[in-house]
T-cell receptor, first 111, second 112 residues
Framework: NAGVTQTPKFRVLKTGQSMTLLCAQD?????MYWYRQDPGMGLRLIHY???????AKGEVPDGYNVSRLKKQNFLLGLESAAPSQTSVYFC??????????FGEGSRLTVL | SQQGEEDPQALSIQEGENATMNCSYK?????LQWYRQNSGRGLVHLIL?????REKHSGRLRVTLDTSKKSSSLLITASRAADTASYFC????????????FGKGITLSVRP
């Protein structure tokens, strides 16, 4: 039982390049989230999903897109990366009003 | 904007001492949760307290919730060097059961 798995764990991009972060969970959770964590800022919600085929915007959605085609997967895309998107990205999932289960993070640097 | 605000921002104590961390929030909540993050790792859930609960215990952890003051505290008793980590409170707002909002975190250092 792997829990929440994020790939890749590290990535370096040049400004303007695109990429996709993949989050997979094997707990059959309905809710999935993408957060970014920056020094002194805590965790800020980018996008989230309340079920397969649904997505919604969080606090800081600009510059990101998401898709939830399968219940177990939640993809975060950057169409044209900017240095301001250098961050650590965390995926999380949960069921009902219970606790979140987090992945180990994906560290993205945009040059 | 952050719903939860932790206090203090950083705390340094000696092994064996108790550590108390506080969290304040702004709106009505369904529940409040505390998480721990070790350096370079993902967050791990510690304890959840519902809005109709006032106190909860889990091992060396004790959480209190005062909904009239919109505040919570996390007490770690008999701290260990392994408790060194960042601690975050997160709130699930009433009527917004989809989103869990985090504070900026508290850095706890426990000196051996």
């Amino acid at each position: 039982n792997a829990g929440v798995t994020q790939t890749p764990k590290f990535r370096v991009l040049k400004t303007g390049q695109s990429m996709t972060l993949l989050c997979a969970q094997d707990m059959n959770h309905e809710y999935m989230y993408w957060y970014r964590q920056d020094p002194g800022m805590g965790l800020r919600l980018i996008h989230y999903s309340v079920g397969e085929g649904t997505t919604a915007k969080g606090e800081v959605p600009d510059g990101y897109n998401v898709s939830r085609l399968k219940k177990q997967n939640f993809l975060l895309g950057l169409e044209s990366a900017a240095p301001s998107q250098t961050s650590v990205y965390f995926c999380a999932s949960r069921q009902t009003t219970r606790e979140l289960f987090f992945g180990e993070g994906s560290r993205l640097t945009v040059l | 904007s952050q719903q939860g605000e932790e206090d203090p921002q950083a705390l340094s104590i000696q092994e064996g001492e108790n550590a108390t961390m506080n969290c304040s929030y702004k709106t009505s909540i369904n529940n409040l949760q505390w998480y721990r993050q070790n350096s370079g790792r993902g967050l791990v859930h510690l304890i959840l307290i519902r809005s109709n609960e006032r106190e909860k215990h889990s091992g060396r952890l004790r959480v209190t919730l005062d909904t009239s003051k919109k505040s919570s505290s996390l007490l770690i008793t008999a701290s260990r060097a392994a408790d060194t980590a960042s601690y975050f409170c997160a709130t699930l707002r009433t009527g917004a059961n989809s989103k869990l909002t985090f504070g900026k975190g508290i850095t706890l250092s426990v000196r051996p």
